[in-house]
């Protein structure tokens, strides 16, 4: 099962759909996910959140001080249970 997304982005949208960030007020920030996904840095999950905003799988939040959040919107979250269910190797 291949949908355009490579597993950054996946590691990305569970961290939101983990941590609640479903809606507008729920979002999270750059840091805020990077500081749960402790691998990369804020600059690379940033170009991986704006592809998955050109795909439509996540959306801009509400802004926390200076930065926007990002939250997984209905068609993420469908993406994402089409996975719950795969076993990795």
């Known amino acids: 099962m291949y949908d355009g997304i490579v597993r950054t982005q996946y590691v990305i949208m569970n961290i939101l759909r983990s941590n609640k960030a ?15 996904e402790g691998r990369n840095k804020t600059n690379t999950l940033y170009k991986h959140i704006r592809i998955l905003q050109e795909k439509k799988l996540v959306e801009t939040g509400a802004k926390c001080e200076r930065a926007f959040g990002y939250f997984l919107n209905e068609a993420g979250m469908k993406l994402l249970s089409k996975y719950d269910d795969v076993e990795e190797n």
Request: overall charge negative; charged content about 25%.
């Open 22 to 36: 479903t809606n507008y007020m729920k979002s999270m920030t750059l840091e805020e996910i990077a500081e749960v």
